[in-house]
């Protein structure tokens, strides 16, 4: 027996091998025909077209920026190719020594574009770099109006285009193509890495029983790692304009100053120097922090930037990260030490905070342990992104609410404590989740030593968080009206007057927006700022949704059998958060009166997973029969999806 359980657990981990396999023959087709392995330089902008007519001979010479060239790429119309027997003759010239690289006869003609792009390759010329070469087009036996070349207005200062012989203002339509061996040495190592990591862990689990919890701590850590140095600097969301605002902090300036009508920071010029050349700072990839890794701060020369809209977070949700600037300040002055130092422990805090919902929670550890291995969660507490700290406070704070709930015991004043500042480090973490802190109200009376303890109780837990949260929303305000010059005040005025308008319209958003909004939440489409990192969201997301399935349908523990009253104060809850989120978008981003609700993102309701999924847990349509692990399905899955993400990530940012 005890053989035949080890033979299987083999067989289980060689069908994940040959997943793995599967999903690395794919990530090797995208590397290789994507044009990932390549660094290009394009001069394709611009178009025109020639008209060609008779013996036609183009020549375009162009010297090579970089070794490795291997292929040439070339812009045509599509009347441009072959009629009867005539040939298109295409060469590639080392000009130095006149040879020949590359010779082709023919083309063909694409049957549905105007414009075609042509890619011609050849051996790998090592030693390109600033020698010149030619591109060489031999058409025999053309006619007016028929083939049509694609070509450019203006002159690049390395190449010259002849017709005939004689030289021409433009340039053809053309792209070079060099190998690269720094994206090929990323994704190799990239791939190598993320698979003997994966394999090892698998066979750790299906080998070795592992409480759940420890279970937790090992994929989160591993996975979470893998994603703080995956994502560029500065590519999580927002990440540059969260990273200005922590060092400020740390700096102790907690409301930022206003100058000339503008909230304004006071960063070290250092981090300007971390932006790729004429990219805004969340448009950079490997290469661009290979070439910062050695930038050091000056605390003497400092720059001023706008931060209106970080202005308005207050300071707590940065704990971690300003804490992790302050200390590595003393130590180093490296940006890239500083800064992946403040992911690194953004996502430790973050790790412990729900390790320890789920050491509370009396229920749903595999939900919390799911919501958590979410890529889109991944990528959050993964970030220098105060959205980390807001996700896990209000995560522990629903698990400490149903642990006292489900123990049905007297409720102590240091509980009420608790609770109360939880409480308060969610409503200033963002206030649109701040009727989490209503969630006490399902404790029941009886859990209190009398009626005044209750009342007393209630107010402090519910009362002191709203009352903090105002205090800092008018400190915040003066920000808030730099931004749009009061247009949130007229935008809410315009709600408040005309509430059927607004709920048409928010009705509206969540109808065009919820595939994407779904995607994106359970790990598919722009987990990542700005930049659909999945190719093919898809893959991950509907085995995600299918856990979330698994966990209402066959998680017994789930099935807590809630009263009606704990039932409607979660669906209110949820319902209010929901509406909170859509209205300030509403507010602070839709254009006055707009009939769409702007910046509706998936992430923003992460924290409605775990009250929602319980809640549809409530049931009993389905009955659990044999034994269906559940917390060894989603920890497979989860390591297994989110290394196709990483991979995914990966490929988008070489």
């Known amino acids: 027996m005890k053989n035949v359980e080890i033979r299987n657990k083999v067989l289980l981990l060689i069908v994940f ?42 020549e375009q010479t162009f010297i090579a920026n970089k070794n490795n060239l291997e292929a040439v790429a070339i812009g045509f119309d599509k009347a441009f190719r072959t009629y009867s027997n005539d040939e298109i003759k295409i060469q590639i010239i080392q000009v130095d020594n006149n040879q020949v690289i590359a010779e082709y006869d023919s083309i063909y003609e694409a049957p549905v574009q105007d414009y075609k792009k042509y890619k011609f390759e050849f051996e790998k010329q090592p030693d390109s770099e600033g020698k010149e070469y030619k591109i060489k087009i031999i058409y025999e036996n053309g006619s007016k109006g028929n083939p049509v070349l694609y070509q450019f207005q203006g002159n690049f200062e390395q190449g010259i285009l002849t017709l005939n012989g004689e030289e021409q203002s433009g340039n053809l339509n053309f792209e070079l193509y060099y190998f690269s061996r720094y994206a090929t040495t990323i994704f190799t190592i990239a791939m190598l890495g993320f698979n003997i990591v994966t394999i090892l862990i698998l066979g750790l689990f299906i080998f070795k029983k592992i409480s759940i919890n420890k279970t937790f701590l090992i994929v989160t850590i591993m996975l979470g790692l893998f994603y703080v140095f995956a994502i560029p600097i500065y590519r999580g969301h927002d990440e540059h304009a969260h990273f200005y605002r922590a060092y400020e902090i740390s700096q102790g300036i907690f409301n930022t100053k206003t100058e000339n009508e503008e909230s ?8 300007e120097e971390t932006t790729p050349e004429g990219e805004t700072c969340n448009m950079t990839y490997y290469r661009d922090v290979i070439d910062f ?24 949700p940065y704990i971690p990260q300003v804490l992790t600037i302050g200390i590595l300040n003393i130590f180093t002055d490296n940006v890239a030490v500083i800064f992946y130092g403040a992911r690194i422990v953004n996502l430790l805090v973050s790790v412990f905070l729900l390790y320890f919902a789920m050491k509370l929670i009396p229920f749903g550890k595999k939900l919390i342990f799911l919501i ?26 629903v698990a400490y609410v149903l642990k006292l709930w489900h123990e049905k ?55 002191i968080p709203i009352l903090i949260n105002l205090i800092w929303l008018a400190i915040a305000n003066t920000h808030l009206s730099l931004i749009d010059n009061n247009k949130s005040s007229v935008q809410t005025a315009n709600i408040l007057t005309n509430i059927p308008e607004y709920i048409r319209t928010a009705a509206y958003t969540l109808q065009y927006s919820m595939d994407k909004t ?36 066959f998680d017994e523990k789930l099935k807590i059998n809630l009263e009606m009253k704990a039932k409607v104060i979660i669906s209110i809850i949820s319902l209010a958060i929901i509406g909170l989120i859509f209205t300030s978008l509403y507010v602070q981003w839709s254009p006055l009166k707009w009939f769409f609700v702007d910046g509706i993102q998936g992430r923003y309701f992460l924290q409605l997973l775990l009250p929602l999924t319980i809640l549809l847990a409530q049931n009993n349509l389905v009955k659990q029969k044999g034994n269906i692990n559940l917390k060894s399905i989603i920890t497979y899955t989860g390591i297994i999806l989110n290394m196709v993400i990483l991979m995914e990530i990966v490929l988008k940012y070489i």
């Open 264 to 271: 304004v920071s006071e960063i070290p010029k250092a981090f």
């Open 372 to 397: 958590t291995i979410l890529p889109t969660t991944m990528v959050q507490i993964s970030s220098l992104s105060p959205d980390a700290l807001t996700l896990t406070s209000s995560i522990l704070f």
């Open 17 to 58: 091998i040959v997943i793995l396999v599967v999903f690395d023959m794919i990530f090797y087709s995208k590397f290789v025909y994507n044009e990932r392995s390549y660094y290009t330089e394009s001069y394709l902008e611009g178009s025109e077209k020639y008209e060609l007519d008779g013996n036609v001979v183009i």
């Open 293 to 316: 890794l050695d930038v050091d701060i000056n605390e003497d020369e400092t720059m001023k930037v706008n931060a209106s809209y970080m202005a308005v977070y207050s300071p707590i």
């Open 518 to 553: 779904l995607t994106a939440l359970f790990g598919g489409g722009y987990i990542t700022h700005n930049t659909n990192a999945v190719g093919n969201g898809f893959i991950t997301v509907i085995p995600m949704i299918l856990l979330f399935v698994f966990e209402i349908l």
């Open 409 to 463: 015991r007297k409720i102590t004043k240091k509980e009420v404590s608790k609770l109360t500042i939880l409480g308060i480090v969610v409503a200033l973490c963002k206030i649109v989740y701040i009727p989490f802190v209503f969630l006490v109200l399902i404790l029941p009376k009886k859990n209190y030593k009398n009626r005044k303890s209750y009342i007393l109780s209630i107010i402090t837990m519910i009362v």
